[in-house]
């Protein structure tokens, strides 16, 4: 069972910033596909960006790009995503996952982290 957990979620006004990061426990990241997704407030969770197992390569949904950049630490036991120019409808509990092959898909993701709330206030 793969052990990873999220942090770095916190309260921050429209137009700030923050960096959220999912760090793994005894195995490296580069290993999987790591994808973040996002539940809103009486949404239903959605992809935002990925993290793609061949060849390193990123992925961006719309709502997000140029707004959020997705990356591996050096030493491969951490992805981060920094977060910018924030909205209101940003704010959501935000999770990582991993999937042993080697693009995202929110209905394939082989493990979940247990997410990390941001809220953007107006």
């Known amino acids: 069972q793969l052990v990873f957990v999220e942090s770095g979620g916190g309260s921050v006004q429209s137009g700030g910033s923050l960096r959220i990061a999912c760090e793994s426990s005894?195995?490296?990241?580069?290993?999987?596909?790591a994808g973040w997704f996002r539940q809103a407030p009486g949404k239903e969770r959605e992809g935002l960006s990925c993290l793609v197992k061949s060849d390193g390569s990123t992925t961006y949904a719309p709502s997000v790009v140029g707004r959020f950049t997705i990356f591996r630490s050096s030493t491969n036991n951490t992805v981060f995503l920094q977060m910018r120019s924030l909205k209101p409808d940003d704010t959501g509990v935000y999770y990582c996952a991993l999937n042993s092959r080697a693009m995202c898909h929110i209905g394939t993701m082989g493990s979940w982290g247990k997410g990390t709330l941001v809220i953007v206030s107006s």
């Open positions: 005894g195995f490296r990241l580069d290993h999987y596909a």
